[in-house]
């Protein structure tokens, strides 16, 4: 592992937006060093610098912070960034010792070339983009590689098939896959051809007219029987009711004649 040297200047305390604005302006990027027993160091360096550091060094890189009094060694534990133009705006060191292990995540790089991919048409699949190990920070090293020369459609390589260097620990668990080859189906649709007429059910079938509900037995909402009727004869459509005739109920009987009156008795 690398040990790079970079200058960085002090901020007493925490800066203001203001301050952090104006330092980023400057192309300086604002940070925090902390860990160990020590209290944390606000700090300010140059952003190409740095950039240029983790391009030579590494992301896990050893970093020696001079500050012109006293040199801070440590790793970048985090950079954030911008979420609109992606440029950095704050960055995280940890505090490190030369002589104690450290946990960090190493990026996973593959090797080979699958015959899966190359003779069968499939396509690889990362499950896995980096992993956490536990070294001395010397020992970190900058990447991992996995062989997949083997890889056959349906086929994966785990964590313990990865090249792992002396003196570095694995904390993941070993079974874990890390890539695998698969292939990927296409779904053809098809399109009707012009002017066809689709199938009831199909897409784009119209939709089947509803059936007429039958009223036989059912009953107003009044509890009268609602009495099924037949269609009007041709000519008929529209054609009103009987008059006084009521929806579920006969129309009324014509009145019966009157009786013709008795004649009076002749007289004597």
């Known amino acids: 592992m690398q040990e790079i040297k970079l200058s960085v200047v002090v901020r007493e305390g925490k800066s203001t937006k203001k301050q ?7 192309k300086r990027l604002p940070g925090i060093v902390y860990g160990g027993d020590k209290p944390p160091l606000h700090v300010a360096l140059s952003e190409k610098e740095l ?4 391009k030579k060094g590494g992301a896990n890189a050893i970093l020696h912070l001079e500050t012109g009094k006293a040199t801070e060694t ?3 534990k985090e950079l954030q960034r911008h979420p609109v133009n992606d440029r950095l705006v704050h960055a995280d060191f940890q505090r490190i010792s030369m002589t104690e292990k450290i946990t960090a995540k190493v990026p996973i790089h593959v090797t080979g070339e699958a015959p899966g991919v190359k003779n069968d048409g499939g396509t690889l699949q990362y499950e896995l983009r980096e992993i956490a190990v536990r070294a001395l920070p010397k020992d970190i090293p900058q990447s991992l590689t996995v062989d997949i020369s083997k890889l056959n459609i349906g086929m994966h390589a785990e964590v313990k098939e990865l090249s792992i260097p002396a003196g570095v620990e694995l904390v993941a668990a070993p079974d874990l896959r890390v890539v695998s080859v698969t292939l990927v189906k296409e779904i053809v649709v098809e399109t009707p051809a012009e002017g066809a007429v689709p199938a009831e059910g199909e ?3 119209a939709p089947a007219e509803p059936e007429l509900a039958s009223t036989k037995g059912k009953k107003d909402e009044e509890g009268n029987l609602i009495k099924e009727t037949a269609a009007p004869a041709a000519g008929e459509k529209g054609k009103p009711a009987a008059k006084g005739a009521e929806k579920g109920k006969a129309p009324a009987a014509a009145p019966a004649a009157a009786p013709a009156k008795a004649a009076p008795p002749a007289k004597k």
Do not use: C, P, Q, T
């Not at 952090?20 to 400057?26: H, Q, T, V």
């Not at 950039?51 to 983790?54: C, D, E, F, G, P």
């Open 20 to 26: 952090l604005s104006a330092l980023r302006d400057e």
């Open 74 to 76: 440590v790793i970048v």
């Open 51 to 54: 950039l240029a550091a983790r």
């Open 203 to 205: 897409v784009g079938a």
